[in-house]
């Protein structure tokens, strides 16, 4: 099944016609007089003597492989220059056979030292060994070098065409896969549109995969096979005439010609996706990855072939936000990605421009509820808007690369909140949020120290938070950030434990001081007994290590209670207050220092 559409045709030789010919016998002064000296040459010897003797001289007597056989007959046929009545037939034939030498893998050269042979031969049969020679043997001579040297021009222009074809298939052509690349993509489906009558659809997918370590270490022909055996197993489940191209190391682009209908988009879409996967599966099992596609189609959602694939890949990053296999473009897509786009802006703009704020949530102790510590939080007020929800925030920070970046404002910002407290008395620790990135930071231990050196607070009034997915098994870089900054007086606090696969590994090599239960568990503590064991094991396991633990999400008395019954150190939630401005937070504790009530002062 031929599903790849092919590269662009071209001829592989100039068109002979009366005309052309004529020029290009007047361009090598081949008239009427060399004419009739060439064919009284050919009563003199046999076309087949010469051939013989072209033969013997490239030795293709016995030609039988590779590109020799392809010599042979041109060889032959050559021999037949005595023979021709100078209309097109001949020079057509000799272009046809010399293209198919030249395919075969003959040198560029091959026509003109044949042609040589060939003159070298007409000669000797000409002059033998005769000191004396005749003008009209002279005369034949020069007609036949005259009439070798016009075919070997005509030649020469077959493989400079041929060459020229090359280069532009190279240019439109993927060397590994043998299918259309971008270049021609793009043409290809300009064509399809420009041809797409009324009543008619064309589909287009986009196919993007995101490969794990496992594929990204492989040497360059492993992943040369990869790709090519994914290739092959795409157009195995494609029609004949749709057309498979690709748009980069991971990515491909099928035009879906002659649609009855738009659900066939994302038939195929569904089809390409399971044949990668039952590929990965059988062929290449310890390679991991997501296979992901988006579908639009003509001309619903667009008429123009940059619309159309703006339409395909705004339905492909749908597909990969919302974790689903394949998604189609459609009116709501399209705007929630133009709100996302806007988002993401916003939000690069909002830390460049310092628009974000360090709330404040207060950690009590437990069972006094004395004021001792408050974790960091990051909240924007949007212009003219709510508050932006923070995992939003972070998702799109992380998406754009711009993590590492916000941890160090964040980090800055702490030490500048923990000096205006420590001004008005409230010596009390505050937690922030480390990512991935922060901890193969080589800098980062350093970064901290002068932080709190400039704003004269101590290192030890800061807990690190670090959550499990930021956390890699055996990272040595991590790991050594995390003994320097223990080392520097900082404290350390996994957050979110239980949530992850690795708990108990990280308890045992991690050089933490709390741990954080989240409040997905919390919770739900005195709603069901088995949520009640799970928190109150995790309790006594982290008192078996030595460390302190803080539960998140306590917004009511009940919760409290049993949590204080379990031993919990510290609890943080809306029964104690909600997040603040360092302002409202210093006087809520100021309120709280006076003896006013447990809520806050808002």
């Known amino acids: ?19 052309t010919l004529a020029r290009l016998l007047l361009r090598y002064r081949v008239g009427q007089s060399e004419q009739a000296a060439v064919r009284a040459f050919g009563r003199i010897i046999s076309s087949r003597d010469l051939a013989d003797a072209l033969l013997l001289r490239f030795d293709l007597a016995e ?22 009545d100078f209309t097109p037939a001949w020079p057509i034939r000799m272009v046809a056979l010399w293209s198919e030498c030249y395919l075969s893998g003959a040198v560029a050269e091959f026509p003109f030292v044949a042609i040589e042979a060939l003159l070298a031969s007409c000669q000797q049969n000409l002059f033998s060994d005769r000191a004396m020679v005749h003008r009209l043997e002279l005369d034949i001579l020069t007609a036949l070098v005259r009439l070798g040297w016009c075919l ?13 074809a090359f280069r532009l298939d190279a240019e439109d052509g993927d060397a590994v896969l043998g299918i259309p690349n971008r270049r021609r993509f793009l043409t290809l489906l300009a064509e399809r549109l420009s041809g797409l009558a009324d009543q008619q659809i064309l589909g287009l997918l986009v196919l993007d995969i995101e ?21 092959d197993a795409i157009r195995a489940v494609l029609r004949s005439n749709d057309v498979l191209c690709t748009l980069g190391e991971d990515q491909w682009a099928i035009i879906l010609p002659e649609l009855l209908h738009p659900a066939q988009v994302s038939l195929a879409g569904n089809k390409v996706i399971d044949a990668c996967e039952v590929l990965r599966g059988n062929n290449f099992p310890g390679q991991r990855g997501r296979f992901h596609a988006g ?21 492909l990053a749908a597909a990969k936000t919302a974790g689903r296999a394949f998604d189609h473009f459609s009116s709501d897509l399209a705007a929630r990605g133009q709100s996302d786009a806007g988002f993401e802006s916003e939000v690069a703009r909002a830390l460049e421009s310092r628009q974000f ?30 508050i932006a929800s923070p995992p939003d925030i972070l998702a799109v920070l992380e998406r754009i690369g711009l993590m590492g970046e916000l941890s160090r404002w964040v980090i800055q910002q702490t030490a500048q909140v923990l000096a205006t407290l420590a001004h008005v008395g409230c010596e009390v620790a505050v937690s922030v949020n480390l990512v991935a990135d922060d901890l193969n930071d080589p800098e980062l231990p350093l970064f901290i120290g002068q932080t709190c050196e400039t704003w004269r607070v101590p290192t030890s009034r800061m807990c690190f938070e670090l959550t499990e997915g930021s956390l890699v098994p055996r990272d040595g870089m991590s790991k050594h950030n995390l003994e320097v900054l223990r080392v520097g007086g900082g404290r350390l606090a996994l957050d979110d434990f239980g949530t992850g696969y690795s708990s108990m590994d990280y308890l045992r090599r991690l050089p933490v001081d709390e741990l954080k239960l989240d409040k997905s568990f919390v919770e739900r503590i005195t709603l069901t007994d088995n949520d009640r064991a799970i928190v109150e094991l995790m309790v006594r396991i982290a008192h078996t290590f030595g460390l302190d633990v803080v539960a998140e999400g306590v917004e009511d008395v009940a919760t409290e209670t049993v ?10 939630g809306y029964l104690y207050a909600p997040a603040m401005s360092v302002e409202q937070f210093i006087k809520w504790w100021g309120a709280r220092r006076e003896g006013a009530l447990d809520t806050p002062v808002l």
């Open 295 to 315: 579908g639009a189609w003509a001309p619903e959602h667009a008429d123009d072939p940059l619309g159309l694939i703006q339409a395909a890949r705004s339905a």
């Open 563 to 572: 949590l204080r019954e379990m031993g919990c150190d510290r609890a943080q």
């Open 63 to 84: 030609a039988s492989v590779g590109v020799e056989p392809s010599l042979r007959a041109f060889c032959i046929e050559l021999a037949r220059i005595t023979e021709w």
């Open 211 to 231: 490969w794990g370590r496992s594929v990204d270490v492989l040497a360059m022909d492993e992943r040369d096979h990869l790709r090519l055996a994914l290739s």
């Open 152 to 164: 070997g021009g005509l030649l020469s222009e077959v493989s400079i065409d041929h060459e020229h």
């Open 1 to 19: 099944m031929n599903t790849s559409a092919p590269l662009p045709v071209r001829s592989p030789y100039p068109l002979i016609d009366e005309d």
């Open 357 to 386: 704020q360090i709330f404040l949530q207060p950690q009590v102790e437990l069972p006094s509820r004395r004021l001792v510590g408050a974790e960091a939080l990051l909240r924007w007020h949007r212009e003219g808007q709510a």
